[in-house]
């Protein structure tokens, strides 16, 4: 490859990266094309330019969308199912009704942000959107509160699972990506998640939504309540089958602790089902009957249920997929180590650094999970070239850096927008500022545990 104007070889991997990553945000950003159609030519593009034989860069386009999808397409198909049967058996408005009641009408907004985070860890951002909306409608006409104050706190669960906590495919990217610890992330993760949450949900809900007041839809209001399902299942039960998946994971990584070596069949046992696929499959499986079968469900019913929920999920798959590619073109031409270095000799923070790209990304391109597949890409080779870093809190870092001020490029703008019957400057004022909060605050919380840990 030729290098440019005289520049170093280096230099010029790094024009072209940011050549490819300009052609891909304009693309997804001005001219509406499919991510996946996107990622895929500018992964293409990007080999070609850095002077990749042709049939090597199909081989790394081939072999990155493979290796990405390997385990997330399975973490994101048995997620799915297990926030369908959640939906399906009313287990999140027995969460929900429950917390009300326990924490009382003065501080519902805190119990909302506990089921946005509970319902958020084996669903999708958008999925636990609609899953919670009608119970947002609901309390909020039951308590005579402001839908922004029941709205944000929930929402700021959701996006704090979204982008942080594992098994949640987002945070499994970067996870998968950096080599890291899944316990160990739970476990920060948790200690990130929780207080930033707090802040941009309860506390920052609050503050909102005194000053902007806004009426559910009317059509989607009285759709919602007059859909009411008597016949819950327990709190309980409920309980218990969304965080199986992640105390299965605790319990893997507890024992690999404790036994490194793996010298107990125990151990091996607790990592066997510790593994995130396991995990995820026997609570799949034990949700088909404490939430299908226990409910009254027919075997025709839960078959059309864990059918019909897949369909939707194709496309942001494939969205992963396509950034699993545009990934490995960019180690396999060079390009990651070319950041590498440049990262290393400027001395930056890896953690800073990771969370920087994340949020560039993400501003540039409207969706996390593209921020979060491109960004573990490039940080993974500069993460490679720094001992001493602790890996699970660069994961963290990468996931604050993708929930970064989303406006108008982001399907999920437009989804709030329209679930809360606001204008674009009040969703500015209420949703962006929610994201942009998580954003910076988890980054905050990030770089004080790296002082400890």
Not at 63 to 73: K, P, Q
Not at 391 to 416: Q, R, Y
Request: include cysteine; charge should be neutral; hydrophobic fraction near 55%.
């Amino acid at each position: 490859m030729s290098t440019i104007f005289g520049l170093s070889h280096n230099a010029t991997l790094l024009v072209w990266t940011l050549i490819a990553i300009i052609f891909l945000i304009l693309l997804i950003s001005k001219y509406k094309w499919n991510p996946f159609i996107t990622l895929l030519l500018s992964a293409l593009m990007l080999g070609l330019l850095t002077g990749m034989k042709p049939a090597d860069v199909i081989s790394s386009i081939t072999g990155g969308l493979g290796s990405t999808l390997g385990t997330i397409a399975i973490v994101i198909g048995l997620g799915t199912i297990l926030g369908k049967m959640m939906a399906e058996s009313g287990g999140a408005e027995q969460i929900a009704t429950t917390l009300v009641d326990r924490f009382g009408v003065k501080r519902v907004h805190w119990a909302m942000m506990i089921v946005g985070f509970i319902v958020g860890i084996p669903v999708f951002f958008e999925v636990g959107v609609i899953l919670m909306i009608p119970i947002i409608f609901t309390v909020a006409r039951k308590t005579n509160m402001s839908l922004l104050q029941i709205g944000i706190p929930i929402l700021a669960g959701l996006s704090t699972v979204h982008g942080l906590v594992p098994p949640h495919p987002a945070p499994m990217i970067a996870i998968e990506a950096f080599n890291a610890d899944l316990g160990k992330t739970i476990l920060y993760s948790l200690l990130v998640g929780i207080p930033t949450a707090i802040i941009a949900g309860p506390v920052f809900g609050k503050f909102i939504g005194k000053r902007i007041h806004t009426e559910p839809p009317a059509e989607l209001a009285e759709q919602f309540s007059a859909k009411k399902n008597s016949n819950l299942p327990g709190f309980g039960i409920t309980l218990f089958t969304i965080l199986l998946p992640v105390i299965l994971m605790l319990i893997g990584s507890i024992t690999n602790i404790v036994d490194p070596e793996a010298t107990s069949s125990l151990t091996v046992f607790s990592a066997f089902i510790g593994n995130e696929i396991i995990a995820l499959l026997i609570s799949v499986v034990f949700a088909l009957f404490s939430l299908g079968f226990a409910r009254g469900f027919t075997k025709h019913e839960l078959s059309r249920f864990t059918s019909e929920c897949l369909a939707p999920t194709a496309t942001i798959i494939l969205i992963i997929g396509g950034g699993g590619a545009f990934k490995q073109v960019l180690i396999n031409s060079g390009v990651g180590n070319a950041i590498a270095e440049f990262a290393t000799h400027a001395n930056i923070n890896v953690i800073l650094f990771a969370w920087l790209v994340a949020a560039l990304i993400r501003v540039a391109t409207g969706s996390a999970t593209v921020a979060m597949t491109t960004a573990a890409g490039i940080v993974a080779p500069v993460l490679a070239l720094t001992p001493g870093a602790n890996i699970e809190l660069v994961v963290l870092a990468t996931g604050a850096g993708s929930l970064v001020l989303s406006h108008v490029n982001d399907a999920g703008f437009w989804m709030i927008k329209e679930f809360f019957n606001m204008s674009v400057a009040q969703t500015l004022k209420t949703w962006t500022v929610m994201e942009t909060l998580l954003s910076v605050v988890g980054l905050l919380f990030i770089l004080l545990l790296s002082t400890v840990v």
